[in-house]
C-alpha cells in the first residue's frame, strides 16, 4: 500500500468521485488484496477491465489510489494501490460549503448501503471461505448510551484512538506479508457510529445506559 493518505476533501467533486459504486469496489478490493492490474480486478468488481481502468484513473486522479510500476511484470502492465485513509472530510468544511455538505451526505447514505450490503451477506452465511472459527471470532454490538454533547466527543475520541492502533497493526501484517504461514489473516470491516437520537413521543435525557441493548458473539452469536 501506499506510504502517504489521502487528503481531508474539501471540493465535492473530488467525493463524487469516490462514492461511486464502481470505484468504492475497487478501491475496496485493493485494500483487501493488494497492487493490482484492471484485468486482476475484474475477477472481484463486475466489469471489463478497459471500464474498470478508466474507473482506476479516475481514482487516481482524486488521489485515491496510484500506479505502481514497481510492480509492474513490463512495460505494457499496469499495477494500481489504494492510497490509505479513503474519503475523510471535516465537519467545519461541511458546515462553510453546502455544495461538500450535499456530497458528504449521499456520500454517506451510499457508504451505508454498501455495508448493509456486507452484513447482511455475512449474516445469511454467503462468505463461505469463513467457518465457525471466524464466526465465533466477529462480533457486533448495539448500545444506546446517555451523554452529553463534550461526552460524546470524548467517546468518538477515545474510539479513534483504539481504531489507529488497530490500523497500524494492519498495516505491519500487510507490510510483513505471510511470514508466518501458521496464522490466517482475512479483510475485516469495522464500522463506529455514535450520534444522538430522538426518541418518538418522549424526550432525550431519560433512562440509563441499562437500557441500552448489546449483542456480540459471547451472546447471540456472530455479527
Do not use: C
Amino acid at each position: 500500500m501506499a506510504t502517504r493518505e489521502t487528503d481531508s476533501i474539501r471540493d465535492p467533486a473530488t467525493l463524487r468521485a469516490f462514492a461511486h459504486p464502481v470505484r468504492l469496489r475497487l478501491y475496496e478490493a485493493l485494500l483487501a488484496t493488494g497492487p493490482s492490474t484492471a484485468a486482476q480486478l475484474s475477477r472481484d468488481v463486475p466489469g471489463a477491465p478497459g471500464s474498470l481502468s478508466y474507473h482506476l484513473r479516475t481514482l487516481a486522479k482524486h488521489g485515491f489510489v496510484e500506479e505502481a510500476p514497481e510492480l509492474a511484470a513490463d512495460g505494457r502492465e499496469r499495477r494500481w494501490r489504494a492510497v490509505a485513509g479513503g474519503a475523510r472530510w471535516s465537519e467545519e468544511d461541511l458546515q462553510q460549503n453546502a455544495g461538500l455538505r450535499h456530497a458528504a451526505t449521499s456520500a454517506q447514505l451510499m457508504f451505508l448501503s454498501r455495508q448493509q450490503d456486507r452484513l447482511r451477506q455475512w449474516l445469511v452465511g454467503n462468505d463461505a471461505p469463513f467457518g465457525a472459527e471466524w464466526r465465533s471470532a466477529a462480533v457486533s454490538s448495539d448500545l444506546v448510551l446517555h451523554l452529553s454533547i463534550t461526552e460524546l466527543s470524548e467517546l468518538g475520541q477515545d474510539l479513534e484512538s483504539l481504531t489507529d492502533l488497530w490500523v497500524t497493526r494492519s498495516r505491519q501484517n500487510r507490510s510483513e506479508g505471510n511470514s508466518d504461514a501458521d496464522v490466517v489473516r482475512a479483510p475485516v470491516i469495522l464500522v463506529v457510529h455514535a450520534f444522538p437520537f430522538s426518541v418518538s413521543g418522549g424526550q432525550a435525557g431519560h433512562g440509563s445506559e441499562d437500557s441500552g441493548r448489546r449483542r456480540g458473539s459471547s451472546e447471540t452469536g456472530p455479527r
